[in-house]
């Protein structure tokens, strides 16, 4: 059974900067598309960016040119370089795998 582990959520000023990290482990046969969805306070969860294993990525209007996905095909292991953080950033962030595998969540908060 495959589990995703995600690391690296936290409390950052805006302006700041944060780095976080999925790892896949168990029995792991193929994973094409790793990516990072977000869900804030009483809202629904949106798609923040996502990877394919050939590279090809999609980011979220909202976190272009401010986030920077990024993945190690060796290692399953998937990361999210988040900088210029904004309080609207504010959520927990979930990893995901082939769209059906989601880890437990992190929690980044972005205080004023």
């Known amino acids: 059974q495959v589990q995703l582990v995600e690391s690296g959520g936290g409390l950052v000023q805006a302006g700041g900067s944060l780095k976080l990290s999925c790892a896949a482990s168990g029995t792991i046969f193929s994973i094409n598309v790793m990516g990072w969805y977000r869900q804030a306070p009483g809202k629904q969860r949106e798609l923040v960016a996502v990877?394919?294993?050939?590279?090809?990525?999609v980011y979220a209007d909202s976190v272009k040119g401010r986030f920077t996905i990024s993945r190690d095909n060796a290692k399953n292991t998937v990361y999210l370089q988040m900088n210029t953080l904004k309080p609207e950033d504010t959520a927990v962030y979930y990893c995901n795998a082939n769209y059906s595998l989601w880890g437990q969540g992190t929690l980044v908060t972005v205080s004023r």
């Open positions: 990877i394919t294993s050939g590279g090809r990525i």
